[in-house]
């Protein structure tokens, strides 16, 4: 072919409008891409054929549509042919076909043809017809014929076909009565729609609803929904979005048909296999059948289609019943799906005549899928001799009861398991459907009414806030005067419903399920209001029976709920159980509720370790998180999650607040909280029962209810506690923020309008549960709660044992028997009481403390602290702190403080009655120690202190064996406090004594300076009452340091006993206390060297002025003896320090020698000097022999009085590690070295200095590495007494091991060293083994001598010139 010669471009648009000249250019394309396809259709080989298909689909992409609408004809011709082919050669039936078309090429037809369908009309009926049957022929093609993207495209070319169908200019036609889009179709979904009138003569819409149309609808309806199902059964292969594009072009389809009248027909089929998505959603998360876009779509798709048929406009006229009457349906009983399918097919149809047009074509199997055959054969027309008969239903009264039924138990079978989907977009979409078919489908479908509010209520809770919130704002409309009013008829339904499923499907195995309903239950009484929830429990019988559903839900059986994967992951032996592992993660993860407050303990750690440490163990925001009140009983941690809980929690809370009494009801809040307070009291009758007939507690715990009766006392004390805290700010606070997002929402919009306007914003609507909470009468909620702390305090219930070791049940000599679920069972009550007290402190408020609830519940939480098990101390550590910020103090020591008065006074009252209370020495402890307040209340610890010195005295020891150790910590915490007391008297004293003399100092300036005026007598006398105030303020600080020593003296006598006890733990914590008094008495009488000169210039100016009663009056406060108080002591405390060193235990031992070098440099080292010559010899022996040898017996070695009450026997020193040796003799070694440094003590070494030089210079030369460190530390102490002693030893050591290159003496006058140090002829001739004695074990190595004096001499001995 030749080329043609080109023209001017600007000649050949001569005359022609720019319209004509675009499209003549689009034509002009058009036309070659149209014959290259027209040859591909009869040659699908050639080559060029993709390349023309991209270019025609860039074409169609980048043309208007206006541009396009001319050559629609032209252009479909071709495509459609080659879908023809493709299509052909695809089918299993004609698989001769020699002329194939590749998938490429088919798609990429299928992708020009959906362009072009999307931006053109279709001309007329019969082209319509075509197209539509080239897509049927296209879409029936199966997943093993045609590829994936082959079947999406034909779905989305009928897709594009039906957006493009619009309405025609006739107002009268019926398309005007469609909308032609979905419902419920959300605006992302669709591309942009050619929009405009119908370009055809005909109506395509109205044609596509009519009757002639009706066997196509019905093919394509089955067509898309066999494609879904088609994918979801391939699983993992199939196709998500082949899936959702088929369900979506379905939505579109119903849509363009639009009436009730054209697709009645076909709702059992379309409604069946929705319902068997949504069914098939419950079990499948992956694949085609669990794409989330596809479930939505679904379920838009169903209410859709639900609302077109069965709409209460379109059918309410003839089924001729009142709006009032509601007649519930009790669906309990579900059919299986194939059944419910089944009756569905066999609802009645109306055959009317058809013409023959396109149906001839496809009804062979157009609509097999939708409605079965035997259904046209049940009631033809006489008159229908031609075609199949008419797709079309009477919508009567009978038939639109029995599809409702049918639909129902399809809904109701599905809907429940989508409210709690874990998916956010399918709830949404369920959201909408709700909406949907409760707005235009109530009166229709009234038989799912009940179903479709539960899932509202579900979706009104969701997690997210857009889906909550607009699930809120429809449920109000509802209960509004706008919406349904049969709304409030069916919630009492609803609620009757919810009550009777809501045990068995807390104990079922579903968790969602029982969350679910759970929280249904908790927005109907919401909304419904207080007055119906007051309604429903009038009667004592519904009430019962009402708190006997709760109590069933939250006993301690639905710790067993649940799947059984889920309880045996829960166990911790399944994944190695470590005893204080658990506790802390049982402490650390109980779940916030409202406001929850908790806190844990490992067990391992003993009680006033930690609860002096408790500070530094949270940081403070960590703190924050773990006190927080109420929180979940112990036994319902092990239940899914918190959410169950919450939604229990907070439908008892209503309950509580609904029976509060105000302007229209007296309330009956103190009646209903009797019913579950009946059995704690049925309870304390029991084990009163049980303390007459002595029996012991396992006897009892094995009767018949016992265990059971316990389990509901826990259970008991949980619901009322929640119905107490329901009345408090915080859950009325909490319920607003949870059901009112909407109006917060709504507000924070008027807000912003009125900024922009400078309105002022109008309030929010107050709940009618706020409305209740105000008008509330306070009188009555305190009496109720004195009521039930009456009943929690009883003495009954915290006498139940919590472990093996209460004397209560030693007592009854069968320890060995108990169960550990008794122990556990009693914790748990416990627990929940306790949690109780916070409960209703933060309810009351201030009112707490002033009704008296504070101080009746205080010493209970203050005994608890030291509690054996973890859950109760921490439940007493978290309402501690809730008492403390209640009542407006910063801290729970603050808060005992305000209340020591109290506390004392039980606490004095229990010390005289131990058998009775023999907790009472770790509550004494607990409070000084945790609270941290045994300091300021010192003045008052004076009689409980004589009390704990008689138990302490060898009496009181042997009567209550085990309560010596928590008396002496509680001594310890006693002493504490004092030390910390006395250590700010000098400086008080001193400070005192500055201001006395300054005052002084001014007077006589005064007096210098001629300031006396006439007036003596007015002068006299205000200097009297100054010197008066003065003297008083010394008599304060005196008698202050007075109560300071004496308690300090107290608890010296009182612990020195036991320095020399035989068990570790008393031993230590007497040496504790002995450390601390002796600091304490030091202080004490620095201060008095102070008070006393204070005194002396008190005197001398009281003497100058003839104050002389001032006079008297300091005469009258003697000084007495109390003042020397350290060295009598010390002289008592001294000989039981010498035994405490003669003990076998290093442990001991080695806190004995830390105490003794602390006291020694306290007193003085006069005060020990004799001492340490006559006992030191006990010291010396520590380090006579070598860790790593043993000690030789000693003939004149005495065995130890054993006294007839001692039980414990004497350990063999054999049985002693060498490495605990190794640290006693560290120990002693450091005590000399403080001894000896320090000026004030080192004379107490001084009659045994050569002794100790002697033992310490054998150990430094010895190979004990260990303790080389500890010896030449001691050697610089010893050196700063005696330095030529030091070096005697030393040199003696080292000049003999060397024997050459001595050091030349510096003058001739001083003699050789081999003269001053003669060689010993022996080991023992060393100086320092004879002045020191025998030792064994340390032998003589250079490399250590060598080490030690060449130390010695560069840092001690060159400094004094020696050498």
């Known amino acids: 072919m030749e080329p043609q010669q080109e023209e001017d471009p600007d000649n050949l648009t001569v005359g022609f409008t720019d319209e004509e000249v675009q499209a003549s250019h689009v034509f002009s394309q058009l036309q070659a891409y149209c014959l290259d396809l027209l040859e ?77 369908l999307g931006k053109c009309q279709l001309g007329s009926v019969d082209q319509m017809v075509v197209v539509l049957k080239k897509l049927t ?55 942009t729609q050619v929009t405009g009138a119908s370009l055809s003569g005909e109506c395509l819409v109205a044609f596509l609803q009519s009757q002639k149309a009706s066997a196509a609808v019905g093919q394509w309806l089955s067509l898309l929904l066999q494609a879904a199902d088609t994918e979801a059964s391939r699983g993992q292969r199939g196709s998500g979005k082949l899936r959702i594009e088929a369900f979506l072009t379905l939505r579109i389809l119903a849509a363009k048909v639009g009436t009730a009248d054209a697709l009645a027909f076909f709702l059992p089929g379309v409604v069946s296999q929705f319902a068997k998505v949504l069914h098939v959603s419950k079990t499948m998360i992956s694949g085609a059948a669990g794409s989330v876009e596809a479930i939505d779509q679904a379920i838009r798709g169903l209410a859709e289609y639900l609302i077109m048929v069965l709409e209460d406009d379109a059918n309410l006229s003839g089924l001729n019943i009142s709006k009032n009457v509601i007649v519930g349906v009790d669906s309990k009983n579900l059919e299986s799906m194939h059944s419910i399918m089944e009756e569905l097919r066999q609802l009645p149809i109306k055959a009317q005549g058809q013409s023959k047009t396109f149906q001839d074509d496809m009804s062979g199997q157009l609509v ?117 009013h049969h709304v409030k008829l069916d919630v009492l339904d609803v609620f009757s419903r919810l009550i009777e499923k809501l045990p068995k499907v807390v104990l079922g195995n579903e968790d969602s399920l029982a969350l679910s309903h759970a929280q249904q239950l908790l927005v109907v009484i919401y909304y419904s209001g207080p007055q119906f929830m007051l309604d429903q429990l009038q009667s004592p019988v519904t009430a019962a029976r009402f708190l006997d559903v709760f109590a069933l839900c939250l006993s301690q059986n639905s710790a067993f709920t649940g799947s059984l994967n889920k309880l045996m992951l829960a166990r911790s032996s399944s994944k190695g ?69 919450q939604a229990l929690a907070g439908t008892l809370r209503l309950v509580g607040l609904s029976l509060l009494p105000d302007i229209k009801s007296e309330g009956h809040l103190s009646i209903i909280t009797d019913i579950p307070l009946g059995y704690l009291r049925k309870l304390v009758a029991e084990v009163r029962v049980r303390e007459y007939n002595k029996e012991s507690w396992q006897s009892w715990y094995n009767r018949t209810g016992s265990g059971q009766l316990l389990h509901q006392a826990s259970t008991a004390a949980c619901i009322i506690n929640e119905m107490i805290f329901g009345v408090s700010d915080q859950a009325v606070d909490t319920f607003a923020r949870m059901f009112q997002k909407f109006r917060a929402r709504r507000e924070e919009v008027k ?114 602290l030291t509690c054996s098990n973890f859950q109760v101390r921490s439940a007493s550590d978290a309402v501690l702190h809730v008492l403390a910020s209640i009542s407006g103090y910063k801290t729970v020591g603050n808060l005992v403080l305000a209340n020591a008065d109290y506390v004392i006074d039980s606490v004095c009252r229990q010390l005289r009655h131990l058998d009775l209370d023999p907790h009472v020495p770790n509550v004494l402890a607990a409070m000084l120690s945790y609270v941290g307040i045994a300091n300021k209340i010192l003045p008052l610890l004076e009689e409980p202190m004589r009390c704990v010195s008689q138990e302490l005295e060898i009496l009181g020891r042997h009567q209550h064996p085990d309560l010596t150790v928590p008396f002496l910590k509680a001594v310890a915490e006693i002493i504490k406090a004092s030390k910390l007391e006395a250590s700010s008297l000098p400086s008080k004293a001193e400070s005192y004594l500055t201001s006395v003399r300054s005052k002084i100092t001014d007077m006589e300036d005064k007096e210098n300076a001629g300031s006396c005026y006439d007036n003596d ?106 003042e020397n108080r350290l060295l009598p002591a010390m002289n008592k405390i001294w000989p039981l320090l010498v035994v405490c060193v003669q003990s076998k235990n290093p442990v001991t031992i080695r806190r004995c020698l830390t105490v003794v070098s602390s006291v020694v440099q306290i007193c003085g080292g006069d005060f020990f000097s004799r001492r340490f010559h006559t006992d030191g010899p006990h010291f010396w022996k520590l380090l006579s022999t070598s860790p790593f040898m043993r000690n030789p017996k000693s003939k004149d070695e005495k065995v130890p009085l054993q006294l007839p009450y001692r039980s414990t026997s004497i350990s063999a020193e054999d049985s002693v590690a060498e490495a605990s040796n190794l640290k006693v003799q560290v120990a002693m070694l450091n005590m000399i070295a403080d001894l000896s440094r320090n000026k004030k003590s080192a004379s107490a070494l001084e009659v045994v200095l050569k002794k100790v030089s002697g033992l310490v210079v054998g150990i430094a030369c010895s190979g004990v590495v260990g303790l080389r460190d500890a010896s030449i ?91």
Not at 85 to 97: F, H, L, P, Q, T
Not at 100 to 114: F, I, Q, S, T, Y
Not at 1025 to 1041: G, P, T
């Open 40 to 116: 591909l259709s009869r040659n699908s080989g050639k080559h060029s054929s993709t390349s023309s298909l991209s270019s025609l689909l860039q074409l169609l992409q980048n043309t208007p549509s206006h541009s396009l609408q001319p050559f629609f004809d032209y252009t479909l011709l071709p495509l459609l042919l080659l879908l023809d082919a493709a299509v052909d050669n695809r089918s299993s039936a004609k698989e001769s076909v020699m002329n194939k078309v590749g998938d490429r090429v088919a798609e990429d037809v299928l992708k020009c043809l959906e362009e072009l």
């Open 137 to 191: 022929y296209a879409a029936l093609l199966s997943p093993s014929e045609a590829s994936e993207e082959f079947r999406e495209g034909v779905i989305k070319c009928f897709r594009a076909m039906l957006l493009s169908l619009h309405p025609c200019v006739d107002s009268s036609c019926s398309c005007k009565q469609v909308l032609g889009s979905p419902e419920l179709l959300e605006p992302r979904n669709l591309r």
């Open 368 to 484: 097999k899928t939708v409605t079965p055959k035997s259904e046209f054969r049940e009631q033809r027309s006489v008159d229908s001799v031609k075609g199949m008969g008419s797709l079309h239903v009477d919508r009567t009264k009978d038939w639109i009861e029995k599809t409702s039924g049918h639909v129902n138990k399809l809904l109701c079978a599905t809907f429940p398991h989508i409210c709690v989907h874990p998916s956010r977009k399918v709830r949404g979409g369920l959201l909408v459907a709700v909406r949907g078919l409760l707005s235009k489908c109530s009166y229709t479908l009234k038989d799912s009414r009940l179903m479709l509010l539960e899932c509202l209520c579900v979706l009104v809770v969701d997690d997210y806030e857009d889906i909550s919130t607009a699930a809120q704002e429809f449920l109000e409309y509802l209960f509004s005067p706008r919406g349904k």
């Open 577 to 645: 159980f470590i005893q204080s592992v658990a506790e802390l993660k049982a402490g650390a993860h109980f779940t916030n509720l409202g406001q929850t407050f908790t806190g844990s303990v490992p067990s391992g750690i003993s009680k006033l370790t930690y609860v002096q440490e408790k500070v530094s163990q949270y940081p403070q925001e960590a703190e924050q998180k773990v006190y927080e009140l109420p929180r979940m009983p112990p036994w319902f941690v092990s239940v899914s999650s918190g959410k169950l809980y």
């Open 751 to 864: 807000e912003f309008d009125a900024e922009l306007t400078d309105a002022q914003p109008s309030d929010l609507d107050d709940s009618i549960w706020k409305i209740k909470q105000r008008k509330s009468d306070k009188s009555h909620l305190i009496e109720c709660i004195g009521k039930i702390i009456h009943e929690y305090l009883s003495p009954e219930l915290w006498d139940l044992p919590l472990d093996h070791k209460s004397s209560l049940v030693q007592s009854d000599g069968e320890v060995e028997d108990i169960t550990l679920h008794f122990f556990h069972d009693t914790a748990m009550l416990h627990q929940v009481i306790i949690d109780g007290i916070g409960i209703f402190a933060l309810c009351l408020g201030k009112d707490f403390a002033s009704s008296g609830f504070l101080h009746s519940s205080l010493y209970l939480l203050m005994e608890n």
């Open 1017 to 1122: 007598i007015s002068i006299s006398d205000k200097e009297s009452e100054e010197w008066e105030s003065v003297l008083f303020n010394l008599n304060d600080l005196k008698r202050y340091r007075r109560t300071v020593g004496s308690i300090a003296g107290s608890c010296l006598t009182t612990a020195t006993p036991l320095i020399a006890s035989m068990k570790q733990a008393a031993c230590l914590v007497a040496l504790d206390i002995v450390e601390d008094g002796i600091v304490t008495l030091a202080k004490v009488e620095e201060a008095y060297k102070h008070e006393k000169e204070t005194k002396e210039e008190i005197e001398e100016v009281i003497r100058s002025r003839a104050l002389y009663h001032l006079l008297d009056n300091m005469e009258a406060v003697e000084d007495g003896t109390d």
């Open 1273 to 1363: 530390n001691a050697l610089f102490g010893l050196a700063a007494i005696d330095p030529d002693l030091i070096w005697l030893l030393l040199a003696d050591v080292y000049y003999s091991l060397k024997k050459r290159d001595f050091p030349s003496p510096p003058t001739s006058d001083f003699p050789e060293i081999c003269e001053i140090l003669p060689l010993p002829s022996s080991a023992r001739e060393y100086l320092y083994v004879q002045y020191g004695g025998q030792s064994y074990g340390f032998d003589v190595d250079f490399s250590s001598v060598d080490t030690v004096f060449s130390k010695l001499h560069s840092q001690v001995f060159t400094n004094q010139m020696y050498i």
